[in-house]
């Protein structure tokens, strides 16, 4: 399975919208379970949103209503549609792979989300 690939990412006013894209190569991509994770300057990586291979998806509470995680396993690729956003979703988003149970990984190198006016 080679690299997962981020794009999508920009500047943006609060209340817009973004939309992230993340591709893989090979084709194991419709068995893996999927998942959005940002980093924000001084803090730790979080989850933001998560896919099965089967569809089902998770949310933090903070992004819920606002962002949507869904998945073109035709295309090898999984989004992360962005409205209304607000500054605090300011981040480098990444894209990875369930590894574990409880663990994500195989990251891709980031897109870069900055909402300011």
């Known amino acids: 399975q080679g690299p997962l690939v981020e794009s999508g990412g920009g500047l943006v006013q609060p209340g817009g919208s973004l939309r992230l894209s993340c591709t893989a190569s090979g084709s194991m991509f419709r068995f893996y379970d999927m998942g959005w994770y940002r980093q924000a300057p001084g803090k730790q990586r979080e989850m933001v949103a998560t896919i099965g291979n089967g569809g089902s998806t998770n949310y933090a509470d903070s992004v819920k209503g606002r962002l949507t995680i869904s998945r073109d396993n035709a295309k090898n690729t999984v989004y992360l549609q962005m409205n209304s956003l607000k500054r605090e979703d300011t981040a480098v988003y990444y894209c990875?792979?369930?590894?574990?149970?409880?663990?994500?990984?195989?990251w891709g190198q980031g897109t870069q989300v900055t909402v300011s006016s």
């Open positions: 990875g792979r369930r590894l574990g149970p409880a663990n994500f990984g195989s």
